[in-house]
């Protein structure tokens, strides 16, 4: 029996009053005596950071300007924290210290100093009150990870008066973050707290025990969120490399100290190699869905280049939900699954059976993303039907997301019955077929996605298709259908005819995309995930009343050059 909209709410209130309740009966009362305890006399090691440095940010913050999160904080001489503030996500980098890693290729005899003051000043102003951003469990973690990771740029010539309070504040932080680790919300945040929480059992001095014991709690985090497939339980394909970013000095940490290394720990880095190049289109640039955002360049390189897993991407990812078909030089990458439970969709989308196509080092059919940085409308937007490369029927997204506040924006219905099936031509093709119920308590229709390239890579012919449960085609009724391809805003549209047009790329690369049954129309359209912020972009969109026009084919042929 399907559960109504309403009963599907009443049960996510009720959950997640119990969760609130547990969680601040698992906290108790906080107070920043209660986290007091033995300062440590040192740090054993500093862990690398592999996150990419800049120069030009490093030389801001000795300038007194703050460049984070696509804003710029004048500080004029003032303490950062003495200011207001330009958005939250502005102030979760500044309080989280990840901006540290640019400080590390700043002159060593300027940067040191700068550094000093600002963590002197968070210390006096943040240190002693356990409240608001500032002390958010992920805000915390990183934090941790980010002050052990560049304590050489800290401490160089530190006095120690200021060497002390560094470490007290420190070993402050992480007592305060191993309380309420269990209580932090599940995803994500609960892997990061874990992550931190093993790195500072072994870069301070610790005993034995404590040291297995944060192994533990990692390896249960891990087992609980590394898919068998090597996704992750967000179905995000970005946070698999945000993971690597901490896990990978984690582990030769461990090695480099002579301490066992968690049971889990080597396998999960193992599993996502592969899960990260399954979504790596053959430009580097990572696919867009659920909640990913644009990844650069230098950030991909700098964890492949640990990769000893190499290998052919997969053709699919059955855990996580995700299908690849390429053949030569094209790719396509559809998400054939749906949120793997409701505390973890939070960033999940609207997009069940959404695409991306690149052909060599150019994307050409995407998804919108997700800005890096942006306030709720535009994430809210961005994960919406109509910003997927996928059909939409009666402006109606295939997934409903809550907009309340207490349950945070959750996906509490939407597609539950995925099938898919691939098929192989016999001259080497490959194919796919897929349907969804995300329509069906809306409207009483299945969506139906047919995918099918061609052995060489120069020819993919789709099938859009809406059904009744019984397989019947919809009768009258006023149901109209919207596919829509986001064209990358780096492709250039050349229309050709009413059915036709041409998809260029910089370098002359063309294909193009036609359709007998509609006429192909060329919209406006937003590209949320490009580095530069939200973008101007086009798309293509083929219309179907379903009264008449129930089904529809396409096709992409790459032009010869």
């Known amino acids: 029996m399907r559960l109504s909209d309403q009963q599907r709410l009443v049960y996510l209130y009720g959950h997640e009053t119990w969760r609130r309740f547990s969680r601040r009966l698992a906290v108790g009362r906080v107070s920043a005596l209660r ?7 040192r740090l054993l090691v500093a862990p690398t950071d592999l996150r990419p440095a800049d120069s030009f940010t490093a030389e ?44 590390r290729i700043a002159d060593k005899e300027t940067a040191p100093p700068v550094v000093r003051s600002v963590i002197g000043d968070w210390i006096e102003t943040h240190g002693r009150v356990i409240d608001g951003i500032a002390w958010r469990p992920e805000v915390i973690a990183e934090r941790i990870i980010s002050w052990l990771s560049h304590s ?22 992480v007592r305060y973050l191993r309380h309420i680790a269990d209580a932090t919300r599940e995803g994500e945040t609960r892997l990061r707290v874990r992550t931190a929480l093993a790195m500072a059992s072994i870069a301070m001095p610790n005993s034995g025990s404590t040291i297995r014991r944060a192994a533990r709690h990692l390896d249960r985090e891990l087992d609980r969120q590394i898919l068998a497939d090597g996704g992750h339980v967000s179905r995000n394909p970005r946070v698999g490399l945000d993971l690597l970013f901490d896990l990978l000095p984690l582990r030769q940490t461990y090695v480099n100290l002579g301490h066992d290394v968690p049971q889990r720990l080597i396998p999960c880095i193992d599993r996502i190699y592969p899960a990260l190049r399954f979504f790596r289109h053959q430009g580097g640039e990572l696919a867009l869905f659920n909640g990913a955002t644009y990844t650069l360049a230098n950030e991909l390189l700098s964890v492949l280049r640990y990769d000893e897993t190499a290998g ?12 690849r078909i390429s053949a030569g030089d094209t790719a396509i990458i559809i998400d054939t699954g749906k949120p793997l439970s409701v505390p973890l969709s939070t960033s999940a989308t609207a997009g069940c059976l959404s695409l991306e196509m690149s052909s060599g080092r150019h994307r050409y059919l995407v998804n919108s993303g997700l800005p890096r940085f942006a306030g ?19 402006d109606t997204s295939s997934a ?33 077929k897929a349907s969804h119920d995300g329509y069906l308590d809306n409207f009483g229709l299945l969506y139906e996605r047919d995918i099918y390239l061609n ?37 250039r549209i050349v229309p050709l005819s009413d059915h036709e047009v041409r998809l260029v790329a910089h370098d002359g690369e063309s294909w193009v995309f036609s359709c007998l049954d509609v006429v192909v129309v ?26 008449g026009v129930p089904e529809l084919q396409w096709l992409m042929r790459r032009e010869r050059r």
Not at 152 to 168: N, Q
Not at 312 to 323: K, N, S, V
Not at 470 to 476: H, I, L, R, S
């Open 60 to 103: 801001e913050i000795i300038a007194g300007r703050f460049p984070l999160a696509g804003r710029m904080l004048e500080c004029d001489g003032e303490s950062p924290f003495a200011l207001e503030l330009p958005s939250e996500e502005f102030a979760c980098r500044l309080h989280s210290f990840g901006w540290l890693r640019h400080m």
């Open 376 to 394: 709720d409308a535009i994430r809210q937007l961005s994960r919406a039907t109509a910003a997927h490369s996928v059909a939409t029927l009666n």
């Open 312 to 323: 052919a991407p997969f053709r699919g990812l059955p855990q996580t939900g995700y299908e």
């Open 455 to 491: 052995a060489a890579g120069t020819e993919i012919r789709g099938r859009e298709r809406f059904v009744k449960p019984n397989g019947a085609v919809p009768e009258g009724g006023k149901n109209i259908a919207v596919v829509r391809f986001h064209i990358h805003p780096a492709i």
């Open 152 to 173: 050489p740029v800290v401490l160089r010539d530190a006095d120690y008066s200021f060497y002390r309070r560094f470490l007290k504040n420190l070993a402050f932080q």
């Open 522 to 547: 060329e919209e406006e359209d937003v590209f949320f995930a490009d580095p530069t912020g939200v973008r101007a972009a086009r798309q293509l969109t083929l219309t179907m009343p379903l009264a």
């Open 35 to 41: 986290f007091a305890g033995r300062t440590p006399d």
């Open 400 to 432: 409903r997301i809550s907009a309340s506040r207490y349950l945070g924006p959750v996906v509490f219905a939407g597609a539950t019955n995925i099938r898919v099936a691939r098929y192989d031509g016999t001259d080497g093709a490959e194919g796919l």
